[in-house]
């Protein structure tokens, strides 16, 4: 009796039986191996488990259709998050120069990404998300160094009314 | 989660607290330098005046947040929620686009020189 086995991520599962390894639950490209095999290959290569995935249609490749593209999620490109909202908020409670800079970004997002150029898209993404990061993080800091400045002006304010 | 919670005591301290006359409260970098108001002057108050609700109140402390609010939050709804319906990509992309980015660049700046002038 071939004894096989199969990979669940990079652990090594088995040995089974062939009639054990087909109520695995196995997908076409989970990695099977048995004896005589040189190397791991995709169960749905094996003709043993053909029968499996006669009800199954292949997995879709990603990308397969989208050839050139930069977004291998789906045949449609995922917009990139424009933060366009987030930088509003840091220009109205803060730091306007990075919100305006947030801004002009989150702008070049849509254009770019409207134009075909996912890459660009993606590129103003990060550099709108990085400049609402810098602006939100000082605001924080901003606001903490002033809540401590203040604690320790109403301490001593209490000890000189104290003593 | 802990966001909600954050929030939930940032609003206290801002209903109880009014920063119009409160030291606590940090004061703008901008106004201090320049004694003009920037396009973010008097957020912490019309959040005070927001949470007494008094909207007029807060429209005069600052009317460019005020009115900004339903925008950002129906932005933070459709980021949140709306990734996978087809009608709230439809808005997003519409109103929450480049134009909107530049729009919203134009107004801030309009608020700006105008509330100085005025």
């Known amino acids: ?163 | 989660m802990l966001l909600l919670l954050a929030l939930l005591i940032l609003a206290g301290i801002y209903y109880i607290f009014d920063p119009a006359n409160g030291l606590a409260f940090p004061k703008c970098p901008f106004m201090m330098l320049t004694g003009l108001e920037c396009p973010g002057c008097g957020s912490q108050r019309a959040i005070h005046q927001l949470l007494h609700l008094n909207p007029w109140a807060a429209m005069k402390e600052n009317f460019l947040m005020v009115v900004s609010i339903p925008y950002v939050v129906t932005g933070f709804a459709i980021d949140f929620f709306g990734t996978r319906s087809v009608k709230a990509q439809r808005i997003r992309s519409k109103y929450y686009g480049s134009k909107a980015a530049i729009a919203a660049l134009a107004a801030i700046i309009l608020f700006w020189i105008i509330r100085n002038l005025l």
């Open chain 1, 1 to 163: 009796m071939k004894q096989y086995f199969y990979l669940e991520g990079s652990i090594k599962q088995g040995p089974f039986t062939l009639e054990e390894l087909k109520k695995k639950n196995l997908k076409r490209s989970t990695l099977v191996w048995c004896h005589p095999m040189p190397d791991w290959k995709p169960a749905g290569e094996l003709p043993e488990l053909d029968e499996l995935f006669s009800m199954i249609p292949p997995d879709v490749k990603p990308g397969a259709e989208s050839k050139g593209r930069q977004q291998p999620a789906g045949p449609t490109p995922v917009m990139p998050k424009t933060w366009l909202v987030e930088s509003i908020l840091v220009m109205l409670f803060c730091c306007l120069p990075f919100g305006i800079a947030g801004l002009v970004f989150a702008s070049r997002v849509d254009s770019k990404f409207y134009q075909g150029d996912y890459a660009g898209a993606e590129q103003a993404s990060r550099e709108a998300g990085r400049w609402t990061k810098i602006g939100f993080w000082l605001a924080i800091i901003f606001y903490i160094i002033v809540l401590f400045l203040t604690l320790i002006g109403v301490t001593a304010g209490i000890f000189a009314s104290v003593f």
